[in-house]
């Protein structure tokens, strides 16, 4: 594009079915993003290192590393428009296809999102509130703020880390030393974040087009085990007034950081009724699974919407639904499980859908897909859940 003003008109570009579309990531939020694309009559190429990657079994793929620029020129000439699936993409490269592609997620919102200082202050600049929190450059400025925050609190690289991996929850004055040796041995920015004794863990997938349509969807009530995803439960188990609050406070994040396509906004209800924002992902997430059932429209269609410039979808919800992931451990029971008659789901009134990913290794601990559980009420799908065993291997 020759000047800003040939950029900001291409936000406006409506991209229709038929185009293809180059995807930065190959996993299963590429998989499922293709998969509902492709339905809707789009073309998908994605740009991964690991050959027969998850999106590379249901679209083509450049088996590459996300850096070499060679192999994203040739996304890009290969691709009308183009997304990333995950968010540690390197922002270099999603600037550089700015210039010699249509990225209309841009690379200001990645580069904002891959650091958690620059997050926090990005989303208290859109006036939304954030649980307190501290850079820490010294051991020194980490006893200071703990001292401010008191105990528990918890040391996080400012990069990387998911899953719980990159964080340290200090619990006494003795572990303050070991903490950020640790941590520091990655070589980036540190925060502390004052420990929130919250009620219930949230988050809301908000989507943003290029045209500047914004539609969010419900609420999901989320448990981790772990540190890691287990369940996400909708409807929430919340009032309707906090419901609506926590997806205004998503569409206000989507507007102020400018997002195109979906931004997932993890919140914290604290014991006082308080909605603090915990952390962004500009990106389809794993709470927001349950919509490929649930809702009128998925959060994959809605994001391809987004970024194509098609008008947003209905994000109503129809069912209740709960969402439980499947790590490796689960993968062989629940193979056993649908190979068979389910009497607890008939019993119940429940129609458990099964996604699974196409990874090749069942590592322990590792996503390898979820259960969209269907039912009249939450509590059934809950018990299905509890009554399978699957989930306590």
């Not at 996993?27 to 998908?44: C, E, I, T, V």
């Not at 993968?331 to 056993?336: I, S």
Request: aromatic share 6%; glycine share 8%; net charge negative.
């Amino acid at each position: 594009m020759s000047s800003a003003g040939d950029k900001a008109a291409a936000q406006g570009r409506v991209i229709l079915p038929g185009a293809t579309i180059g995807i930065l990531g190959g996993g299963q939020l590429g998989r499922m993003m293709a998969n509902a694309g492709s339905a809707m009559g789009y073309r998908f190429v994605a740009l991964d290192p690991t050959p027969d990657a998850p999106t590379g079994q249901v679209a083509q793929q450049i088996v590459a590393a996300y850096d070499n620029r060679e192999a994203a020129r040739e996304l890009a000439q290969r691709s009308d428009v183009i997304t990333y699936e995950f968010e540690n993409v390197d922002a270099g490269v999603a600037a550089m296809l700015m210039e010699e592609s249509y990225v209309p997620q841009g690379s200001e919102l990645l580069y904002t999102t891959q650091h958690r200082l620059r997050e926090k202050r990005a989303i208290e600049a859109a006036g939304v509130k954030v649980a307190p929190y501290a850079e820490v450059r010294s051991v020194d400025e980490l006893r200071e703020a703990v001292g401010r925050f008191g105990l528990p609190c918890v040391l996080k690289t400012a990069t990387g880390g998911y899953d719980g991996k990159g964080q340290w929850v200090i619990h006494s004055a003795d572990e303050i030393d070991e903490a950020f040796e640790t941590l520091k041995r990655a070589g980036v920015d540190l925060v502390l974040e004052q420990f929130i004794r919250f009620s219930k863990e949230l988050s809301v997938i908000a989507a943003r087009s290029t045209q500047g349509e914004i539609r969010t969807f419900p609420a999901a009530e989320n448990i981790h085990v772990d540190n890691i995803l287990h369940l996400s439960i909708v409807p929430a188990r919340i009032d309707e007034a906090l419901q609506r609050e926590a997806e205004r406070l998503a569409a206000r994040i989507a507007e102020g950081l400018g997002a195109v396509g979906l931004i997932a906004v993890e919140l914290f209800l604290t014991e006082d009724g308080e909605l603090l924002v915990n952390e962004l992902a500009p990106r389809p997430h794993n709470s927001g699974h349950y919509t490929m059932e649930a809702c009128r429209t998925s959060q994959f269609e809605q994001h391809v919407r987004a970024i194509c410039g098609l008008p947003l979808g209905d994000t109503s919800l129809l069912t209740p639904v709960v969402m439980v992931n499947v790590l490796g451990e689960h993968v062989e029971p629940l193979l056993d499980l649908v190979a068979k008659p389910d009497a607890s789901a008939e019993r119940r009134g429940v129609a458990p859908k099964i996604h699974l990913y196409g990874k090749h290794e069942a590592k322990h601990k590792r996503k390898m897909g979820h259960v969209n559980v269907l039912a009249a009420n939450v509590d059934e799908a809950l018990a299905w859940i509890s009554e399978t065993n699957i989930w306590r291997v």
